[in-house]
């Protein structure tokens, strides 16, 4: 059948019985969810000129099937997420291996044993894996704020370099923070794998959609009852109503096309763009991609390369490792962390999450709390970091709880 493009000025809000604001992996999955389960007509408004939100992906100038947004690797332990794509997609057996370029010298992330002969040499890496096997038991991760915390300087050693040569820079690169600004709690999840295991991940479903994400969104919101305007921002066709002229006054009702919508609305965006940034802006951080293409079969020696000491981006991605695509000419991608500062030509990635900017986020959120058919789901409307295997769970999950 195919997806149903409507232009919004061709949309009869009489025809619709739910709104959702976002066509990636949260939106898409409810949308879905409410048209197939619920026998509801779900308008999706999605403001970029695509559908898939940031797991949008597609085949570049020199013929490179590549991701626009960065990289995205799927990997979960939740079946019901895993089988629930898997409704819309084969897969592509692959297991996501990470190297640290340190100083020219690649090393598996995270840090392993075998990281650590690269690093110590065998004779001193065999020492010091033997320690850490006696302290904490073999095929363990062990975290620096662990290490740390045991009276023996070898331990200690070990930490230091894994904080100085594969966390530190790169965690400054990416945030944009001093080593004193970096939190505690940050550095605590740093691990040492007491393992020979290179992968990056090591749940039990891992792969990459065969044909690529963007087939995928396709099949998942191709269905009769899904309508789907694209180049289109809430901010712009909502019309907020308030309780009162105050500033922090709730929604008392937001109407499409000048009728109040009592539908489910599921919004998946920036809550605070939704709000006109009235309190000012949530801080994240944005990412610049510079791709570069290159005739020769592979460039780099697996699909990610961070650069924890060294050059002004943060990684290296070669995407043919990820889709396994055959091709004697590749495409890499570096990429650049910035403050977000400018919506009209940034996208926000990374929520900057301490105390100060969740209260900042819950003044917004307060704004919201007395609509009862008003659902922020997913990274931005929560202002949360989410594996995109948790987003489809969320997403089913209020699925459930809409479609009763």
């Not at 089913?396 to 809409?402: P, Q, R, T």
Request: charged share 25%.
């Amino acid at each position: 059948m195919g997806i149903n493009y409507l232009d919004y000025a061709d949309v009869n809000m009489d025809e619709i019985d739910a709104v959702v604001v976002g066509s990636g992996f949260a939106g898409s999955v409810v949308a879905r969810e409410l048209a197939e389960r619920g026998n509801k007509r779900v308008l999706v408004i999605e403001k970029k000129n695509h559908i898939g939100g940031n797991m949008y992906d597609e085949i570049d100038e020199a013929g490179i099937l590549v991701h626009r947004y960065g990289p995205h690797i799927f990997h979960t332990n939740d079946k019901r997420a895993f089988d629930y794509l898997q409704r819309f997609t084969d897969w592509r057996d692959y297991q996501h291996e990470v190297l640290a370029n340190w100083y020219g010298t690649f090393m598996p992330v995270p840090f392993n044993k075998n990281s650590m002969e690269i690093a110590f040499g065998e004779e001193e890496a065999a020492r010091l894996t033997e320690k850490l096997i006696e302290t904490f038991g073999d095929e363990r991760k062990v975290t620096i704020t662990e290490l740390r915390a045991q009276d023996d300087p070898d331990l200690e050693k070990v930490a230091d370099f894994v904080y100085e040569n594969v966390f530190l820079y790169y965690t400054q690169k990416q945030w944009g923070l001093t080593p004193d600004e970096v939190d505690p709690s940050v550095v605590a999840r740093v691990p040492v794998f007491l393992s020979r295991d290179n992968r990056y991940f090591q749940d039990a479903y891992q792969g990459m959609p065969l044909e690529g994400y963007t087939p995928l969104f396709e099949r998942m919101l191709d269905h009769e009852n899904i309508s789907v305007c694209l180049n289109t921002e809430a901010e712009s066709v909502f019309d907020l109503q308030f309780s009162s002229d105050d500033e922090d006054a709730p929604l008392s009702a937001i109407a499409l096309k000048d009728q109040s919508f009592t539908g489910p609305i599921i919004y998946t965006g920036p809550l605070d763009e939704l709000f006109l940034a009235r309190f000012g802006r949530l801080p994240y951080r944005t990412l610049d991609f510079v791709y570069e293409t290159y005739d020769q079969e592979f460039w780099q020696p697996c699909g990610t390369v961070n650069y924890t000491v060294t050059e002004p981006y943060t990684r290296i991605t070669e995407f043919k490792y990820l889709t396994g695509q055959e091709a004697p000419n590749t495409t890499i991608m570096k990429e650049f962390s910035h403050p977000y500062e400018d919506p009209s030509t940034q996208i926000p990635y990374y929520a900057i999450i301490n105390d100060e900017n969740n209260a900042h986020y819950d003044r917004y959120l307060a704004l919201t709390k007395s609509l009862d058919n008003f659902y922020p789901l997913g990274r931005l409307a929560e202002y949360r970091y989410y594996n995109m295997d948790v987003i489809i769970g969320r997403a089913l999950a209020l699925a459930d709880e809409l479609v009763g």
